[in-house]
């Protein structure tokens, strides 16, 4: 009887650190297929703009515009600022 409790002991304190181990790697693995899953989203979404912006020339215009402020020749561009308020603590009474 002993030799039997000595034996489920011995396998158990050898299967221990194999468990430990297994689940490490499990949430190893899931941590990595969330990074994968992020990283297949944002390709898909730079292939998209890409594929966007190689088609359609009007596309690369707005871009130059928005980005860059590019006009066209006798083009006005009127840019909107927001407003900055003081948030400085001292001058607020």
């Not at 689940?23 to 890409?50: G, I």
């Not at 948030?87 to 607020?92: E, G, M, R, S």
């Amino acid at each position: 009887m002993l030799f039997v409790v000595f034996v489920v002991g011995f396998v158990v304190f050898q299967w221990l650190p194999a468990v430990e181990t297994n689940l490490r790697m499990q949430k190893r693995l899931d941590q990595l297929n969330t990074e994968l899953s992020q990283a297949m989203e944002e390709k898909r979404a730079l292939e998209s703009t890409l594929r966007t912006l190689t088609q359609n020339p009007f596309a690369v215009e707005r871009l130059a515009r928005e980005r860059l402020g590019y006009s066209r020749p006798g083009e006005t561009v009127v840019k909107f600022v927001s407003p900055q308020t003081n948030t400085n603590p001292a001058l607020i009474k």
